[in-house]
């Protein structure tokens, strides 16, 4: 039995959010960033500092981390792999890079993400 792939379709949809939500960042807008997430409380986000839980609590903890324009800097994403793990659940593994004037900040990151009602949102999300 051949294994399933994502549809390249579906690979330029994520691919997509993901210029989008660089491009969101770049322009200070946390919220419209944050569009490429899936909008609900079971929403979960790890980083450094443990477990986030929420979509708007992960909205809030990114406005406490990165409360200006100065301290958001400019992002750059590498994305490494992205890869189907179940009928529609998909994995992108990669690069986060921030240039920022206090010194950047780099690390990796993957992203779990699921496709509802037509349309891929992330739905988990560890970055370190």
Known sequence: MEAQKLSKK???????IMARQQECWNEG???C?????????DLRFM?????????????????????DRK???NLKFEIISTELLAKR??????????????GDK???FSLIW??????????LDHSS
């Open 10 to 16: 579906d690979v330029e949809e994520m691919h997509g």
């Open 89 to 102: 659940k998909a994995l992108i593994v990669g690069k986060w890079h921030l240039t920022i004037e206090d």
């Open 47 to 67: 980083g450094k500092s443990g477990v986030t839980r929420g979509w708007r609590e992960t909205l809030e903890r990114y406005q406490k981390g990165y409360p």
């Open 71 to 73: 301290a958001m800097g």
């Open 114 to 123: 699921e496709k509802q009602d037509g349309h891929w949102v992330i739905i």
């Open 33 to 41: 960033f944050m569009e490429g997430y899936w909008k609900s409380d």
């Open 106 to 108: 780099e690390g990796h």
């Open 29 to 31: 807008d946390i919220e």
